[in-house]
């Protein structure tokens, strides 16, 4: 064989190995959902609609939303609960009006009960300050139980995953998440009835400042894998083995991951998040205050422009590769996911006008913002 024909061969066979580990993405028409007419008359849209999930139950979708008059605080937030069998057609569950902030709705289906659960913060737009964790229950009949608390106040919950027949609940302590002192206490409580939460070690999983929303997942094995939002200077990337789920080890990474959703497909982990196009959340170069470094990451964050995109995450490496990016702009992401009967994945996100001009975050947070629908492939 010539030096060429060897060259040639080579190269073909480089080009086999990225043609087998290439990733194809493909979405429907993405569906603006909040004016497509197909939301049952008693949800009574406000120009903010945002903080979604959706989850399978009894043969039915069942999706949770916020709307408000903005993305901020609002003693005027209601949280909506629709269902449908098609996506196509939705009935309305529940709405729930408590004269507060609500938000994070997050369903977790355990046994024969379907668990909604959300918090109640402030009702002032430039105040955080996470109040309780409430719970609705129902059996899929269209009656629900009235919000009561799980106890765990002061707690923001993000994420709950089911293993071994336990439920494990992912949240951060967030009263004064924006003081210079602030420790997030990021844990998991477990449960074996939905209503009763216990810490699952006497540390917390994550403490270091200002970590939040601590999205995780297990894997087929058992073994975790997690992201954290740093607010203010990135990210942590995380895993746990599933013989001790109680100590995380992570990397650090200066990108953020906002509204973090993470999916198994096909053994490996995906991550449907908010993006920033300017980079890195921390480019602060030379570090002599770091809260006046955090606060300028915050106000360069707040001024540019935010995508949702899919990643695939490497479990080995720990580390998150950039794949797609989604139709959105402005204020964007916090996704929602579940699976189809055909491999594929209804999408839904929320995000400022996709057929609009472009717009940075903060100018998208005031805007109106919208609930989007789409099927997503990974082939």
């Not at 707690?155 to 293993?163: A, K």
């Amino acid at each position: 064989m010539n030096t060429y024909s060897l060259l040639l061969s080579v190269l073909s066979f480089f080009f086999f190995l990225s043609s087998a580990y290439s990733q194809t993405i493909s979405t429907s028409e993405w569906l603006n959902l909040t004016t497509s007419g197909k939301l049952p008359p008693q949800c009574k849209i406000q120009k903010s609609n945002n903080n979604l999930d959706l989850v399978q139950f009894n043969g039915r979708f069942y999706l949770a939303f916020r709307t408000a008059p903005s993305h901020f605080p609002s003693g005027k937030a209601v949280l909506y609960v629709v269902s449908s069998t098609d996506l196509n057609e939705w009935q309305f569950e529940k709405e729930i009006k408590l004269h507060a902030d609500l938000r994070e709705p997050r369903f977790a289906v355990y046994r024969d009960t379907l668990n909604l659960y959300f918090f109640t913060g402030s009702k002032s737009m430039f105040k955080f300050d996470p109040k309780e964790i409430l719970l609705c229950r129902t059996a899929g009949n269209g009656e629900w139980t009235m919000p009561f608390s799980i106890n765990l106040d002061g707690y923001v919950p993000w994420r709950i995953r089911e293993r071994s027949d336990t439920l494990y609940l992912s949240a951060y302590y967030g009263k004064g998440l924006y003081k210079g002192n602030h420790r997030s206490d990021l844990r998991l409580f477990s449960s074996t009835n939905g209503v009763a939460w216990q810490a699952i070690s006497a540390q917390p999983q994550i403490d270091v400042p200002h970590a939040e929303e601590g999205e995780f997942i297990f894997d087929k094995e058992g073994n975790l894998f997690a992201t954290v939002r740093l607010e203010g200077t990135g990210a942590l990337v995380c895993t746990a083995d599933k013989c001790c789920i109680t100590e995380w080890k992570h990397v650090r990474t200066k990108h953020k991951y906002d509204s973090a959703l993470l999916f198994e497909h096909h053994n490996e982990i995906f991550l449907v998040s908010r993006r920033n196009a300017d980079g890195e959340m921390d480019k602060v170069k030379n570090r002599k205050n770091e809260k006046q470094s955090r606060a300028r990451n915050l106000i360069r964050y707040s001024i540019t422009q935010k995508v949702t995109a899919l990643f695939k995450l490497d479990k080995e490496a720990l580390t998150l590769t950039h794949l797609h990016d989604f139709p959105s702009t402005g204020d964007n992401a916090f996704p929602a996911i579940a699976p189809l009967n055909d491999g594929s994945y209804v999408l839904m996100n929320y995000s400022s006008n996709i057929n609009g001009r472009k717009k940075t975050w903060i100018a998208g947070q005031f805007g109106k913002t919208f609930i989007y629908q789409t099927v997503l492939r990974l082939e």
